[in-house]
């Protein structure tokens, strides 16, 4: 299972949007697992060791392929590892090009997005019209936040957060309800 570095992190670094770091509290990831097989292998093509999506997957036995920028993989130009799902919440301001790449790539996903705009330009639209996928809907907003060592949320955010996925969930909606 090998992985490819990106050729020039720097470039790639310096052109984060720091819009696009907030992190995933623990009660937002948790609805997904129960659409999960056991012992699963499952690539966070955007998260750090440090993520919860990887704690919390490796804490219910499935095996994770942890990449992030920063760690010099670059999600549009890695080889693909073999895995079972690619989970994950994506870079905000990439949300167009990652689902597409998703699609292309063909795995089943689960990627937690803000729902707002999702769909309104015409190329996401047609990409979306295009393909096969399933929502999830939550109850309540999620509060994301900055840092790892202080959890709190540092963003309540104005719009809902939805998991969009492909061949996971059982229907082409799903409603959840999360416990903050």
Known sequence: MKLDLITNQKEFTNNINPNDEYYTP???????????????IIWCPFDTIESNFV??????GHKVINTHIE???DFFNVTIPECDYIISNPPYS?????????????????MLVGI?????????FNMFKENNFEIMYFDKRISYFKSYSDQKPSLNPPFSSVY???DILPNTIVFNIINK
């Open 55 to 60: 704690k919390i997957f490796i804490g219910q």
């Open 71 to 73: 760690n010099g993989f």
């Open 26 to 40: 623990n009660y937002a990831i948790e609805p997904i697992l129960n659409y999960l097989k056991p012992n699963s």
């Open 94 to 110: 990439l949300k167009y090009e990652v689902f597409n790449k998703l699609f292309e790539i063909g795995k089943p996903f689960a």
């Open 116 to 124: 707002v705009g999702l769909f309104e330009s015409k190329k996401r």
């Open 164 to 166: 969009i996925c492909k």
